[in-house]
């Protein structure tokens, strides 16, 4: 009797995570932007790991003799005006663009998340003060907060993410108090609370969990506009510094030749463009499997 009783227990609960899962991993798999912008990021995330086994020449080592010569059978992309092969330091560029999108939004997430939890959840004066906070924050363009923080820190690309991450942070305050504030009042929510669980058990295990997909997603675009905003302040002189290679300070370097050698400019756009098409694709897929229901509306 007591084995027939509890072998049954486990199955209704483990059964609909583990179907769910595969699920959203299917959906994932065979969503045609989740496929397309995954592959684009994965294929930078490659290169910017493998760069010194990728690329072709040293990207700092300047040759006089090859100044801003045209692409070839030698230099594919050419070369800048040092004599730098602009393939090797778009590839060694990838890793300023990369980190800056990835660890900046991390550093938003990290700080954004814990503070809409609370803000929503508990409301009163914790809400009031974090919200405007985030009102105060948002008033300023995304980009101009990030350049003034940057400018404020000093040039440099740990720096330039610093400035990112907290210029990104106000979006994932919002958007995870307003999840918060749609869940917090469901009786699976009510129903533990009143089991005298403590708040803090109750947001790590029932209230975060139930906000991560919109985080993700949010998460997602937000580095493709990361990789745009580091690529700025490096064109600003704000972000990674010369001689080291950034896209954004390579196409800083390149306007000034644009009618001598238009390939130095050329390449590094492609890059940002293909990079921030690649994150916004794979933010879009996302956004359509981990949230199915608005497919139906």
């Known amino acids: 009797m007591t084995n027939d009783t509890s072998t049954p227990a486990p199955t209704p609960l483990a059964g609909p995570r583990a179907s ?3 699920s959203a991993l299917r959906r994932c798999l065979s969503h ?6 995954g592959t684009i990021v994965v294929f930078f995330v490659l290169v910017a790991v493998f760069a010194p086994l990728i690329a072709p020449f040293d990207p700092l080592a300047s040759n006089w003799g090859n100044v801003r010569q045209p692409p070839s059978a030698l230099h594919w992309f050419g070369t800048d005006d040092l004599g730098r092969d602009v393939l090797s330091r778009v590839i060694f560029g990838a890793r300023a663009s990369l980190a800056a999108g990835i660890i900046a939004v991390a550093l938003a997430i990290a700080l954004g998340v814990p503070l809409g939890l609370m803000a929503g959840y ?5 809400d009031m003060v974090i919200s405007r906070l985030t009102d105060a924050l948002l008033a300023v363009p995304f980009l ?3 350049i003034a923080l940057a400018a404020f820190l000093g040039p440099s690309l740990q720096n330039a ?3 990112i991450g907290v210029a990104a942070m106000p979006i994932f305050i919002r958007l995870t108090r307003g999840q918060v504030l749609s869940i917090k009042n469901e009786d699976y929510v009510t129903a533990v609370r009143g089991l ?4 803090r058990a109750i947001i790590v295990s029932h209230i975060l969990p139930n906000v991560l997909a919109p985080i993700v997603v949010q998460g997602t675009i937000t580095m493709a506009v990361a990789v745009l905003a580091e690529a700025s302040l490096a064109f600003l002189g704000l972000g990674q510094m ?3 290679p950034s896209w954004g300070s390579m196409l800083d370097i390149a306007r000034q030749f644009l009618t001598q050698a238009p390939w130095m400019a050329v ?9 921030v098409l690649g994150f916004n694709l794979l933010g879009d897929g996302l956004n359509d499997t981990l949230t199915p229901q608005q497919e139906d509306g």
């Open 20 to 22: 769910g899962r595969k």
């Open 32 to 37: 045609p932007s989740t496929i397309i912008g």
């Open 122 to 126: 508990f409301g009163g004066l914790v």
């Open 144 to 146: 101009v907060l990030a």
């Open 161 to 163: 993410m610093i400035a």
């Open 196 to 199: 005298g669980v403590r708040d």
């Open 242 to 244: 010369p001689p080291a």
């Open 267 to 275: 390449w590094p756009g492609v890059a940002i463009i293909a990079i």
